[in-house]
């Protein structure tokens, strides 16, 4: 880890931490408001211990992660419930999906797929374009049964 191979001087920490109290108070009070969210994430975590220490210098690249959690509706309550009314159709359809090819003989592969695709879009509030495929052509081809 880089805190064994750096040591970072009192004086250094001061700076930093001055630098980021200054620079970034928005990204800052989001991150001691939303750590209970933050938490699992090992990656924000380290932002957060950065920016409340001093410990390391904040990049620029660091800054633009952190700006663009703070809009994923996985660290962010608000945009949580907006994304929860988005996907609630793909539910939806999914549990149609689901209950149409339970109710058929298919392999235990495509219900694993379906439930897999389920949990995706449940914890990341989307579906990509190719699980929506992949669900539309399970309905195409169980429907016509």
């Not at 800052?28 to 211990?49: A, C, P, Q, T, V």
């Not at 058929?104 to 990341?124: A, L, P």
Request: no cysteine.
């Amino acid at each position: 880890m880089w805190k064994d191979k750096y040591k970072v001087t009192p004086e250094t920490m001061k700076r930093n931490l001055e630098r980021n109290q200054r620079d970034f108070p928005d990204e800052l009070k989001w991150m001691m408001e939303s750590f209970d969210l933050i938490r699992g994430n090992n990656f924000l975590l380290d932002m957060y211990h950065a920016m409340t220490k001093g410990e390391r210098k904040i990049t620029d690249k660091m800054i633009a992660a952190i700006r663009k959690s703070m809009n994923d509706p996985r660290y962010n309550v608000v945009k949580q419930v907006e994304a929860k009314a988005e996907i609630q159709p793909i539910l939806e359809k999914i549990d149609k999906v689901l209950k149409l090819v339970s109710d058929k003989d298919v392999s235990i592969k495509t219900i694993e797929f379906i439930q897999s695709v389920r949990n995706y879009v449940e914890s990341n509030y989307r579906i990509t374009k190719k699980q929506m495929q992949g669900l539309n052509k399970i309905w195409q081809e169980n429907h016509k049964l």
